[in-house]
């Protein structure tokens, strides 16, 4: 009978019972793995199974993370009896057909297990190895397979990093010498797959629990094994304080429980993670658990157990580094370095080997020649500290950035990404084609992003290309390949009807660049203009808000939850959809890249998404419709246009294009033309 290999869908739980029980057999070689894991996978169509006679004899599980764009390999299972015939060859070349559009596969295998044969027989290469967290400290190999779409921007991709705090129950699950219940759903945080997602930490509070361990040879063990997480230190002061309000929470919404040396040991986990500016707690402690809800509303803590945090790494490592939200208002300043304060500045930036104080400080002052017109901007928090510095010149048709620097910040990667989009439209604005940031102490976090965004190491830089084209796939890659050539750097080919989600990577690196033949859908998005000015400040607010802080990254809008053909990655065009059409009151003002779609409960939905939004939770409520669900639509990259585009011309450009067209389009969320879309993007940046 042929082995068939099938995606294993949500309702079909005795096929993925089949592929637990499987995987159940080699824990030893895989890591351990708890059955809601395969269930979450296959939500996600993360796993397939090879079936012979109705029986699971190997299985793929594996990641599609939403802001890379590379299959992440978990498991790949074949079982013993099976082996030698093909079958994880079979399983590979299925994820291959399945996901196409993606650039590759990522995979970790231990070196000790000798499989580099059988990876090297699938066709994966060689990527860097990395120690593990084990008990052995075993070396990690990295597997790459490329899936034939080369580019300028892949090498510089790295996992995201999540930072969990542990308590000393989840520790000792880890670490301790004895057995302890149900330890295995703590010891899936340190799978050989989760090592580059996830870094574990804990704080005071787990020493002192250590420190009061009875047996010698347990203690002595536990504290030795604390070198292996990371070691966080809060002000404690600031954790008095929070604890204290923490406590007041708890009394006021959990009455029944007692004021002891319990709850406060409790709490002072949470207060301890929230100093020290992370969000997320990890504990299968009944007590903590039951503080979740006071965790999250006065301290901005998810107290989760190890089983969510291997389930939602992507969502949470989202909502802690990243957090746009933060920067509107008031609390962040933007303004230029005043000559003579350059001295003043060294404190708060990190300098290392030639680049300490005074030769950091020297650099500055020479960016003030009277020949080149540079511009220092530095970003101050709410209480006038510097948290950002970088500064800037356009050379002929170059934005060059001598210096990009963020200061030890709990919005540091927010700022760092900010600021990377903030030189991208600046460059546009100025008409560069390229940008050139030759800081060469450029912070890891700021290179990471810039990895995200596009930009490539070249000549010890980190360059970007900016194609401001909108057209077809032949003359973005005209424009990228004449830009690339001045480089002597090779240019990524394109072509027609391209993936969906290989034209978002390519519009995301060459931003503002818009691959109009390929398969990105567009779709024109109805908003009141309550919430056009909140998110956009369009129409403006009487008051105006910083633009250079605004929240143009990424951003979060909600409606009903009525399905109108949303996909993912798609772009959107904005329409204010309030307002008197025949004062041109009515008009599509920008234009943004949709990253994701979701259906859920209002409370659920606002949970995932405050860090990114304007919204309250009673507004989310709002959106809901009768079924009781909201729609999210978390967005980002948006650009509002110099010329908003009129209902009467948006209705006359559709009509010059002889596409169809009528009012109950404006209705709700609708699905739109590619070419409607090149047509009023085009409208909205014209000129004259």
Not at 39 to 61: F, M, P
Not at 142 to 154: A, I
Not at 159 to 167: E, M
């Amino acid at each position: 009978m042929a082995v068939k290999v099938l995606p294993a869908l949500p309702a079909q739980v005795e096929l993925i019972d089949k592929a637990v029980a499987l995987g159940d057999r080699y824990t030893k070689t895989l890591g351990l793995l708890t059955p809601p894991a395969y269930r979450q996978a296959a939500e996600n169509g993360g796993l397939l199974v090879a079936v012979e006679a109705d029986e699971v004899i190997g299985y793929a599980l594996f990641g599609l993370p939403k802001r890379s764009a590379h299959i992440r390999l978990a498991h790949l299972c074949v079982a013993e009896e099976q082996r030698g015939r093909g079958i994880a060859r079979l399983l590979v070349e299925a994820i291959k057909q399945r996901y196409p559009q993606r650039l590759g596969i990522k995979a970790k295998c231990r070196r000790d297990y000798e499989l580099s044969d059988m990876w090297e027989s699938l066709g994966f290469v060689p990527n860097g190895e990395v120690r593990g967290r084990g008990r052995d400290g075993e070396i990690l190999d990295g597997w790459w397979l490329d899936l034939g779409h080369p580019d300028l921007f892949t090498e510089v991709e790295s996992d995201a990093l999540l930072v969990v705090t542990v308590d000393h129950g989840v520790f000792a699950d880890l670490r301790g010498l004895a057995e302890t219940a149900d330890a295995e759903e703590s010891r899936a945080l340190e799978a050989g797959w989760m090592t580059d997602l996830v870094e574990l930490a804990y704080t005071p509070q787990l020493v002192h629990q250590v420190r009061d361990v009875g047996d010698t040879a347990e203690r002595q063990h536990q504290r030795a094994a604390l070198h292996g997480l990371r070691q966080l230190t809060p002000a404690s002061e600031a954790v008095a304080e929070r604890t204290a309000e923490l406590l007041k929470a708890a009394a006021e919404s959990l009455a029944d429980l007692p004021v002891d040396a319990t709850l406060r040991r409790c709490l002072h986990y949470v207060a301890e993670t929230s100093c020290a500016g992370l969000q997320v707690l990890a504990t299968r402690n009944p007590l903590l658990s039951r503080l979740a809800d006071v965790a999250w509303e006065v301290a901005r803590v998810r107290v989760v157990s190890p089983s969510t945090v291997t389930l939602h790494v992507d969502e949470l490592r989202q909502a802690q580094v990243y957090r746009p939200a933060d920067l509107m208002g008031t609390e962040f300043r933007s303004s230029e370095v005043a000559p003579g304060a350059e001295d003043e500045l060294v404190a708060f930036f990190n300098q290392s080997g030639d680049d300490d104080g005074s030769a950091f400080a020297e650099r500055l002052r020479s960016l003030t020649d009277d020949t080149v017109a540079w511009r220092r901007e530095l970003l101050r928090d709410g209480q006038g500290h510097p948290v950002a510095l970088y500064a800037w010149a356009l050379d002929g048709r170059t934005l060059i950035v001598p210096v990009l620097r963020t200061a030890d910040h709990p919005l540091e990667e927010t700022l760092a990404r900010q600021i990377l989009f903030l030189l991208k439209r600046q460059g546009r604005d100025c008409g560069a084609e390229t940008i050139r940031i030759s800081d060469p102490y450029l912070p890891a976090v700021a290179k990471a992003a810039a990895g995200d965004d596009g930009f490539f190491e070249h000549d010890g830089k980190f360059v970007a290309l900016l194609v401001d084209v909108c057209g077809r796939a032949a003359e973005v890659e005209a424009v990228a390949g004449g830009l690339a050539r001045e480089l002597t750097v090779e240019a990524t080919a394109l072509h027609a009807q391209m993936p969906a989600e290989v034209a978002a990577v390519v519009e995301r690196a060459w931003w503002p660049a818009k691959v109009i033949d390929s398969e990105l859908p567009s779709f024109l998005v109805p908003i009141k203009p309550r919430w056009s000015t909140e998110l956009f400040n369009v129409p403006a607010m009487l008051l105006l808000r910083s633009h250079v802080l605004g929240i143009s990254r990424e951003h979060v809008y909600y409606r009903s939850s009525g399905r109108r053909g949303e996909s993912v990655p798609a772009r959107l065009l904005w329409y204010v959809s309030d307002g008197d059409a025949h004062m041109d009151g009515q008009m599509v003002v920008g234009s943004s890249r949709l990253d994701e779609v979701l259906i859920d409960t209002p409370d659920t939905l606002f949970s995932k998404f405050e860090h990114l939004g304007v919204y309250g939770r009673a507004e989310v409520q709002e959106a809901a419709d009768a079924s009781g669900h909201a729609m999210a639509l978390r967005f980002s990259d948006t650009e509002i246009f110099p010329k908003p585009v009129t209902l009467r011309r948006l209705s006359l450009l559709a009509t010059e294009l002889g596409l169809p067209w009528s009012s109950n389009m404006l209705i709700s969320l609708s699905k739109i033309s590619n070419k409607l879309f090149q047509a009023v993007y085009k409208e909205g940046h014209r000129k004259t």
